[in-house]
Each structure stands twice: as C-alpha cells, then as structure tokens.
C-alpha cells in the first residue's frame, strides 16, 4: 500500500491510495460495518451501506474486541440520537464518519436525544488502540445531570477532525461541564479536533477540556486543535485540570487555538486547581495563539511552559492583538 506522510505527523488523511481511513485500517484485517441514520435497519447485518445498521448502539454491538473492525457512519439529514450513555470498551475498533472533512458541526453527527436525562458523560472511551474520525459528538439538552460530553479513560488512541462540543444548551454549560474529559487516558492523540462550543454563554466552571482529578494521565497531544467558547462569566475556562493526581509526565498543545470572542474574556486560559505540584507534570504549548483570555495561568502554577515569548509580568505570549493603527 502507498503512501505519504507530512513530516512530523502521521494522520488518516495523509494515505495517496484512494481509500484514505479505509485503506489503512483495512490492513489489520478487520470487518467493515456501516451505519446509516437515515436508511438503516438494526435487523441487517451492517456489513454493506445497503445492509447498514440505523443506531450507533447496534453498530457497535457488532464489532469486535480488538481485531481492527471499522464502523463507517454513513452522514445524511439525519443524525444518531443517544438515549443512553455508550460505553466504547472495546479496543482497536474504529469509528469513521463518512462526510466532508469540515472542521466544525460534521454531517456525521451523534447527539443526546432530548428527552434522555442524567446522561454524564455521552460517550466513555475506554478502549486502547482506537481511531476515531470524522464526528460530531454534541450534547446540548435541557439537563442539568447531564454535563460530561465525552470521556478518555483508554489509552492510546487517535482522534481525528472530531468536534466535541459539550455544553450546548444554558442549562449544561455550568461547573462541571465539559466538552472533553480526559480521566487517566494516556498518550492519546488528537489531530485538528474542535474542543467547545460558541454558541452558548459558558457559566463559571464550564470547561472545554477537562482533566480529572485522579488518574495520572500522561503523554496526550493535541496537534492544530481548537478550543472555543463564548463566555458568560470570566471563570469558563479552556482547560481545568482538577487535582495533581490527575496528570502525570506531559500534556503538549501545539500549533493550538484558544479562542473567545464574547465580550467577557476569560481569567485564565488554564485553571490550574490549588495546591498543584508541577514537580514531573508540564503543559507544553507549542506555537499557540490565544484571544479572550486575559492570561494563560493567572494562578502562575508553574506547570505551563510555552515558546510564544511569554512575559513573566503578564504571561499574555502568544495572546492575539488587533492589526489596526
């Protein structure tokens, strides 16, 4: 199989064969299943777009553990509605979305179902070794029980043009919500993912990444990513991290977007929890920008490092100015 990687990275879109995510995976000899919202049939056997399944529960009910099977999520009109939590504890299963490769609000698109309560996080991965790409992964119910969009609990699996967009109702963008949790998952990669949304004022305590409390995550990238919000309150926040247990090693961001553009700016880009020991743990931030913010650490937990020529003094390196006279 040909093909061609960008130096410095190794993403799904960079295979020259013609079957792009296909192409690769294929090679690990797994089944190809297909998911379709608007024609499919759970009675079917998803193994063609003719046969495809019509939920996203019975499409993964019919991969495998760990032998590389592919569920390709044919995008439409409609889209996968979840009315329970799914766990995703299989490994080296995949989940591609069959859409333009856009950045924000991809047509392969898997939400809360509006009447589902409670529901925190949507999805939990679990799972090592997964690739997931193509998605959009949107909670935005009138519920306040239902806070955690998505979980990363596994270890080391891809994320591709994923938006995860959490908060997408007044109701969950309060404390405690987040568009992305990372609890102990270690050395995940996520490559031109969008982390938030902008739609909704953020209360205090609304989170675009999280990192849990415990669990020691360590090694995560996130590569050309996004993180948004619209801010309701100056405590949202780009990314918390709850408790010093919670990392470990290295979390690096690079050639990262942090961006708010409602009238209240931020704090702080990263909300550093009190008492943080950054003995063995950094936040790396390589080539970011930053505009809404009024400091990446307003806490100065000496845990953030970055190369945008940051003053000690104001801590603004990196923050975006307007070009104007």
């Known amino acids: 199989m040909l093909q061609?990687?960008?130096?410095?990275?190794?993403r799904l879109s960079d295979l020259v064969d013609g079957r792009l995510a296909k192409g690769l995976l294929a090679q690990g000899?797994?089944?190809a299943f297909y998911l379709d919202p608007e024609r499919g049939n759970d009675a079917d056997d998803g193994l063609s777009p003719e046969t495809a399944f019509r939920t996203l529960p019975a499409g993964y009910a019919a991969l495998r553990d760990g032998r590389h099977d592919v569920l390709f999520y044919i995008a439409g009109p409609d889209s996968v509605q979840l009315e329970a939590g799914l766990a995703w504890s299989k490994s080296y299963a995949h989940l591609v979305g069959v859409c333009a490769p856009t950045r924000v609000g991809q047509r392969a698109r898997i939400f809360q179902a509006a009447d589902a309560e409670g529901i925190s996080p949507l999805i939990t991965?679990?799972?090592?070794?997964?690739?997931f790409a193509n998605l959009y992964i949107f909670q935005g119910v009138d519920d306040a029980t239902s806070l955690v969009n998505v979980q990363v609990s596994g270890q080391r699996n891809y994320f591709e043009n994923v938006h995860f967009a959490g908060g997408g109702h007044a109701s969950q963008a309060i404390d405690g919500g987040a568009s992305l949790q990372i609890s102990g998952g270690s050395e995940n990669t996520?490559?031109?993912?969008?982390?938030?949304?902008?739609?909704?004022a953020a209360g205090a305590g609304m989170a675009a990444l999280v990192f849990a409390a415990a669990g020691g995550a360590a090694r995560n990238r996130f590569i050309e990513c996004d993180f948004t919000l619209h801010a309701g309150n100056a405590g949202a926040i780009f990314v918390e991290l709850l408790g010093n247990s919670g990392l470990d090693r290295y979390q690096l961001f690079r050639d990262c977007?942090?961006?708010?553009?409602?009238?209240?700016?931020?704090?702080?880009?990263?909300?550093?929890?009190?008492g943080f020991d950054p003995a063995n743990k950094r936040i790396l931030l390589k080539d970011c920008v930053m505009v809404g913010a009024a400091k990446w650490d307003h806490g100065d937990s000496g845990l953030v490092y970055g190369n945008m020529g940051a003053v000690a003094a104001d801590d603004l390196g990196g923050a975006l100015v307007a070009l104007q006279e």
């Open 257 to 274: 977007a942090f961006i708010n553009l409602a009238g209240t700016a931020l704090t702080q880009a990263f909300a550093v929890a009190g």
């Open 190 to 200: 996520f490559v031109a993912c969008t982390v938030g949304v902008d739609t909704i």
């Open 4 to 10: 061609q990687l960008h130096r410095g990275s190794a």
């Open 125 to 131: 991965v679990s799972g090592q070794g997964c690739v």
């Open 29 to 31: 000899g797994g089944l």
